[in-house]
């Protein structure tokens, strides 16, 4: 396939899905396993703190108690007790929910799919942070979305300018990661949550709010999620996932909405992957219903945010005089801002010619996107291997790569 149009003598396809062309950011990630590479780039989590003799114990354990069940078939919604685990979750973060208010999904990119199906159409605009998650984008263009960027500072989606955005541009919905966004960190204030809230209830529009990192904080307090909001009980669409705080492996995710739309998401679902899998979801209820959540997560924390220091702490070293960066409050992703006229987009070839590679920011942007950005992860490499990424970096920016 060439520019989107398949080789001669194939078949045709679905015309704008083959425009959709490859991602640079997968050829990247790609890059990032090649031996004595020292990745920044990868969004996955630490593959040395998964529990896996707890997640092993469950699933023998659920084999052995309930294996007829286990592989056969299930609903299209998900295991009852698993959405009625998820729903006391929830409850607990601030969204009044049970299981009827739930469905699961293999994983929360499939949720953003069948929203992407059901809730936008050909032309629909999305409003969105800018930057923002780079996957949500590819899954809402496969049911023709318009992407308009909302201006955003340090605290995330300005109510103002999302108002304003509203007005102009008549969007379907709202996409936000509002607790330690990916790519930039940022996390979105109790104070502003609530005037975003204040904007969304005034007008006909659709929150999809996106949530797998809030389990991944650093400080003790969390944020309610936007969807809380009781205004927004009949226009809000919450994903999450087990990805970040158990294993991406498994493929759980969930969408938390009113249920004329879970009816519909549900009936999608079907035609489209029937079911998510059965033994993957029993295992996981299995090892919840069998292990404190927080108490797994504390020391996954204290090792994240030790890698995260010393990424942060060491960038001040590693980027070029007048550069700025974040010390996020959780989450995987530092943002990081080169002075001009310096490139990220340039600077990379050199990286990977050094033994280090990053994601240039630009990939993330709806609109103008900004050359001298980038996004680091610290959360999948360990703090000795970080210390050598960012000697690395020193030698891209000092003498190696050329303005």
């Given at each position: 396939m060439v520019n989107g149009v398949l080789r001669s003598g194939v078949p045709p396809v679905n015309a704008r899905v083959a425009s959709l062309g490859g991602s640079p950011i997968r050829e990247l990630l790609r890059i990032s396993t090649s031996p004595g590479m020292i990745s920044f780039a990868s969004g996955s989590p630490a593959n040395e703190l998964f529990d896996v003799a707890g997640v092993a114990r469950s699933y023998a354990e659920v084999l052995a108690a309930e294996g007829p069940r286990a592989l056969q078939y299930s609903s299209t919604e998900g295991e009852p007790e698993l959405r009625a685990r998820i729903g006391a979750f929830l409850t607990a973060k601030g969204i009044w929910?049970?299981?009827?208010?739930?469905?699961?999904?293999?994983?929360?990119?499939?949720?953003?799919?069948?929203?992407?199906?059901?809730?936008?159409?050909?032309?629909?605009?999305?409003?969105?942070?800018?930057?923002?998650?780079?996957?949500?984008?590819?899954?809402?263009?496969?049911?023709?979305?318009?992407?308009?960027?909302?201006?955003?500072?340090?605290?995330?989606?300005?109510?103002?300018?999302?108002?304003?955005?509203?007005?102009?541009?008549?969007?379907?919905?709202?996409?936000?990661?509002?607790?330690?966004?990916?790519?930039?960190?940022?996390?979105?204030?109790?104070?502003?949550?609530?005037?975003?809230?204040?904007?969304?209830?005034?007008?006909?529009?659709?929150?999809?709010?996106?949530?797998?990192?809030?389990?991944?904080?650093?400080?003790?307090?969390?944020?309610?999620?936007?969807?809380?909001?009781?205004?927004?009980?009949?226009?809000?669409?919450?994903?999450?996932?087990?990805?970040?705080?158990?294993?991406?492996?498994?493929?759980?995710?969930?969408?938390?909405?009113?249920?004329?739309?879970?009816?519909?998401?549900?009936?999608?679902?079907?035609?489209?992957?029937?079911?998510?899998?059965?033994?993957?979801?029993?295992?996981a209820l299995h090892w919840w219903e069998h292990n404190d959540l927080e108490e797994k997560l504390d020391p996954v924390r204290a090792e994240y945010m030790r890698r995260r220091d010393t990424m942060v702490d060491g960038l001040a070293h590693a980027l070029p005089e007048g550069s700025t960066f974040n010390r996020p409050d959780g989450g995987m992703f530092v943002w990081a801002s080169l002075p001009e006229p310096y490139d990220a987009n340039h600077a990379l070839s050199v990286a990977i010619a050094d033994g280090v590679v990053y994601i240039p920011g630009s990939h993330f942007y709806v609109a103008d996107p900004v050359p001298g950005t980038l996004r680091l992860s610290f959360v999948s490499t360990s703090v000795e291997r970080i210390e050598e990424g960012i000697e690395r970096l020193h030698a891209v920016f000092t003498h190696d790569y050329q303005i």
């Open positions: 929910s049970t299981a009827e208010d739930i469905i699961i999904t293999s994983g929360s990119q499939q949720g953003l799919g069948l929203i992407g199906q059901v809730v936008l159409e050909e032309g629909a605009v999305v409003l969105t942070e800018n930057p923002t998650f780079v996957s949500a984008l590819q899954a809402f263009a496969l049911g023709g979305a318009q992407f308009r960027a909302v201006e955003t500072d340090e605290h995330g989606m300005v109510p103002e300018a999302l108002e304003a955005a509203i007005v102009r541009h008549s969007p379907r919905a709202v996409y936000t990661i509002p607790t330690f966004q990916n790519p930039t960190g940022v996390t979105t204030p109790r104070e502003r949550r609530n005037e975003l809230a204040d904007v969304l209830a005034r007008h006909d529009v659709w929150l999809i709010e996106d949530d797998p990192y809030s389990e991944i904080r650093f400080r003790a307090e969390p944020h309610s999620p936007i969807a809380s909001d009781p205004r927004l009980a009949g226009k809000s669409l919450y994903l999450g996932t087990l990805s970040k705080i158990l294993a991406p492996g498994l493929r759980i995710g969930w969408i938390r909405g009113p249920q004329e739309i879970l009816d519909v998401l549900t009936t999608t679902k079907q035609g489209m992957s029937l079911q998510t899998s059965t033994i993957d979801q029993l295992a």
